[in-house]
């Protein structure tokens, strides 16, 4: 450990004195798995004879250091690397630098114009001071204000006159210097505002600015030549910033046809960049899940000391029966594919032990939004028995379902499927192979051309007393409606009365107008029906139900 650490103290001290090199690299193969990916890069650089530090910038941030590896075409060494951050200066495009250029002009402009209005708000606000001096003048004045004695009535009216005249002058005078000061504050507070949002654009596409310096994820590495060459490093390393997950689509196109199964992956990433034309693979491994094997610990039994009462000190021990005994026992241990082609007819699928694994030969553009890219990994084309389904206890129209045998083989991971009917969608389904039975029903829907009415026929009900028994009889019709222009066949499922308690006895008897199968145990009961074109059809069934004489029977 101590040794580890030296080292790395020695490898960081050695890349500040030796010559650095800045390189850029490109995605060549990314493997995504359901969390993370391993992003395969190659970067090309020029090296000069002797020790040197390559930089291999804008490498993701959010990785698993220990999964970084590093190999290199050429005739060199490569004695180290190390994954780390660095703070780099921003380099400005040409388009920044000619936007800092005119900014600067601009605000030179402003700036210029803003002493001419600041000039003009000291003159104007002179010239106010000065007009209320004046004003203060006329209105003190002993003959404005009436304090002369000994003038005559006809000076008197002449200086009144006067100073009215003096007075309106001067109101006038600042009335119009008012405005004019309203005036030159707009385009000061104007001028005040462009300029400090000019500041701030300088500020920040100022090459010198704290701002214009990021934090980047290198990984350096330390290699060695005898001679200058140009060399290229192929590394990769694992990122927790991606994963896909699977979807499903379900398509029928019409009854007796087989349904098109189409799988697909959604992709996601939030790494730094944009993947642009990248290869990439698809797989169902997790390699951050822990693969330590469990250690065993021992299972420990142990009897729970009754407690004394303390009360009772004097009394014998209480004993405990077996079934006691076992009650204190304790446990303790230690911790469909349309005419154009799509990515499944260039997706390869293999399988080892326990993953699947897809290779696409397409190269893809996947943005780092985290929104997501379909990707269709195959089609299957999966035969299917189309029936109707009734169910007239709990709906009056027919549903329409494609018995698919054996799904769990088609389908790789648990996902939402799309149903679609003639194109139309209907609805969403969940798939989990390792759930799925041996037969599924898939729902396409109700088809309201087929219909049933139940009804219980409470007039034919019979009630009697056998024994110690009472006996009910009661009648149950459906009428079956075809709505097509052909004959159809249909099965029904309907559910019979049934009961925990031992002493009520329900019976399908034999006067009931249709063969049929029954669950006993949850009273669940099919048959089929074979429906001509543009019919009706009735049957009837007849139930007995037989419980306790004196009993009050409910639910029937």
Known sequence: MIRNLI???????????????KTESSIEHVTIFSSGAEIERTAKTSIESGSSVIWLMNVDRNIDPNSIRISGKGDFYITNYQWRSQYIEKEASKEDNDLFRKYERELKRYEDSLREV????QDLTEKQRIIQREKNLLENNPIATGKTIGDSLELLMEAVDYFREQLNEVNEINLELQRKMYDVNLDRDRLSKRISELRNLIAQLNPGNQNNVEQQFIIAVSVQSQKAQAIQL???????????????????????????????????????????????SLST?????????????????????????????????????????????VIESDDVTSNAYTSANATTTSQNFQYMHYDIDLPY?????GQGTLIDLKEDVVEAKYEH????????????????ANLANYIDLPGQAKLYMNNTYLGNMFLDPVILPDSIDISLGRDKRIRIERTMVKENTKNELIGSDQRVDREIQYRITNGYSSSIDVTVKEVLPQSRDGRIQV?????????????????????????????????RAFIRVTYPKGEKLYGF
Request: proline share 5%; glycine share 4%; net charge negative.
């Open 7 to 21: 080292l790395g103290v020695v490898f960081l001290f050695s890349i500040g004195a030796l010559a650095q090199t």
């Open 118 to 121: 600041q000039y003009d708000i």
């Open 234 to 280: 192929d590394f990769s390393y694992f990122t927790y910033d991606a994963g896909w997950g699977v979807q499903y689509e379900i398509n029928a196109s019409q009854k007796g046809k087989p349904i098109e199964l189409i799988t697909r992956a959604q992709v996601w990433q939030r790494t730094l960049s944009d993947w642009e034309n990248v290869k990439i």
């Open 285 to 329: 491994g997790q390699p951050t899940v822990d693969i330590t094997l469990p250690v065993l610990q021992p299972w420990y039994l142990s009897l729970v000391q009754p407690q004394r009462n303390y009360a009772d000190r004097g009394s014998a021990p209480k004993s405990y029966d077996e079934a006691e005994i076992l009650d204190a026992v």
């Open 365 to 369: 553009d996947i943005s780092n939004d």
């Open 389 to 404: 389904l009734l169910f007239p206890s709990r709906e009056q129209y027919a549903f329409l379902t494609a018995r698919v």
């Open 507 to 539: 019976k399908v008897l034999d006067e009931t107008e249709f063969n049929y199968s029954i669950d006993d145990l949850k009273g669940f009961i099919d048959w089929n029906v074979k429906l001509a074109p543009n019919s009706e059809t009735n049957q």
